[in-house]
């Protein structure tokens, strides 16, 4: 009968080419193999070909009181158990011969193996006459192993251990990084259904419908990094000429934004005076500042501005967020800069300047997020409001026109480098 030595030393018959060949079949078969189950399955096939045995048992005491002790899996199962999903099918023992032995922390070779009648694991080891037990450590414990057994007695040397428990802890070691890479997949998997909720509830926040006002026409661009994130716009319907814009970033990125993101939504609007920009804003960040971002440490910039459908005009406030840019018919660009105030959730008695700016019929206006003008190519470089400029001036003069110009520019320039932020784009036509 082979021994693992022997196959692999210069001592075996079969040529050295021969030997070769199994071992790179067998490193590529258990490479390949995506599962802990079929890892396992892949390995025993290919060692029993080097090392026939008659049965063969996996322990655990992983989780488990001292002294007790898991089989795992076993070679007489007709009905395979996984062991990574059924626990509760799996037997355990307090006492025994296979209690001792994976407490031992050791291998153990048994040669002349006397089985007790009232061993609780009786009918696994029943009709052997020799075993090796190899321990498998994780953390310096041997918390599995693999029991090898043989109806014939004085089949396995201690010579042998070393290898034996040197290659059994290799594979331990691959189906333990298999096991928990398939929980990281699942734990993922399950982040992943949450964010898509979040999303969801995120997307339902914002407005389904654009406003219909006879002298502004309006389109909208919204994406998130993944899944949720904390940009946010709006439209607040004040009277029959006037309407309500509000754009808004809240810091930090994912799920706490986004958090922070339905928070903000839920404060404007319960905003008392929607028509005043300052005393929208001011209500917003009171109610940050009281409630949220106190220990968190986050703010919100935005900008909101009151359209007057009938005069043509924005009266807006600016708390720390990038200033619209208005391309003017006659291809110049300028922004509304106002007055700007620190961002919403820091200063509970900040005031924000109001400002009035007449526009011009064929006006261009393009709200954005930091999420534009942040975006990077592959040199680490800022898009910047320079590019945001060049690419309105070249837009057509409808808003869905200027919204595709400059996503185009956006994307040209980060040739293919992912966006790290949300982006949203509101573009606006005077008319």
Request: glycine content about 6%; hydrophobic content about 40%; some cysteine.
């Amino acid at each position: 009968m082979t021994d693992l030595t022997t196959f692999f030393s210069g001592k075996h018959t079969s040529p050295w080419q021969e030997r070769l060949a199994f071992v790179i079949s067998m490193m590529k078969d258990i490479s390949s193999q995506a599962d802990a189950k079929s890892l396992v399955a892949a390995y025993s096939r290919y060692m029993n070909q080097v090392m026939p045995i008659d049965r063969r048992l996996s322990l655990s005491r992983r989780g488990l009181p001292h002294g007790s002790v898991r089989i795992t899996r076993s070679s007489t199962w007709t009905d395979e158990i996984d062991p990574w999903g059924s626990d509760a099918r799996l037997p355990i023992f307090t006492s025994g011969l296979l209690s001792e032995m994976i407490y031992r922390d050791g291998p153990t070779v048994i040669n002349d193996l006397q089985l007790d009648p009232n061993d609780p694991a009786c009918e696994y080891l029943e009709g052997m006459g020799s075993l090796t037990a190899l321990p498998l450590y994780d953390q310096g414990e041997a918390l599995n192993m693999v029991v090898s057994l043989r109806r014939a007695r004085d089949t396995f040397t201690p010579d042998t251990l070393p290898e034996y428990v040197w290659t059994a802890n290799l594979f331990g070691r691959a189906t333990h990084n298999l096991v928990l890479g398939d929980e990281v997949r699942k734990a993922y998997d399950a982040i992943d259904r949450e964010l898509q909720t979040v999303a969801a509830v995120q997307h339902s926040l914002l407005p389904q419908e654009l406003p219909k006002l006879a002298t502004l026409e309006i389109a909208a661009h919204y994406v998130t990094s993944r899944w949720a994130g904390g940009d946010y716009y709006d439209f607040f319907p004040i009277d029959a000429h006037r309407c309500g814009i509000l754009i808004a970033d809240v810091s930090g990125h994912r799920t706490p934004a986004a958090v922070f993101m339905a928070v903000t939504h839920s404060l404007a609007h319960t905003a008392p005076d929607p028509a005043d920009p300052d005393a929208f804003l001011r209500h917003i960040n009171r109610g940050l500042c009281r409630h949220y971002t106190r220990e968190t440490g986050r703010f919100v910039t935005a900008f909101y501005g009151v359209y007057d459908d009938d005069a043509r005009t924005i009266t807006f406030a600016n708390a720390g967020h990038p200033p619209p840019h208005v391309r003017r018919s006659s291809a110049n660009v300028f922004e509304l800069d106002g007055n700007s105030g620190i961002p919403l959730g820091i200063l509970d008695d900040e005031t924000y300047a109001v400002d009035t700016v007449h526009l011009c019929e064929g006006d261009l206006v393009v709200l954005y997020t930091d999420g534009v003008t942040e975006t990077r190519n592959g040199a680490d470089e800022l898009f910047g409001t320079e590019r945001l400029d060049v690419a309105m001036m070249q837009a057509e003069s409808t808003p869905p026109l200027m919204l595709a110009a400059v996503l185009g520019a956006m994307d040209a320039f980060r040739a293919g480098v992912t966006h790290m932020d949300d982006v949203t784009l509101l573009a606006a036509r005077v008319r």
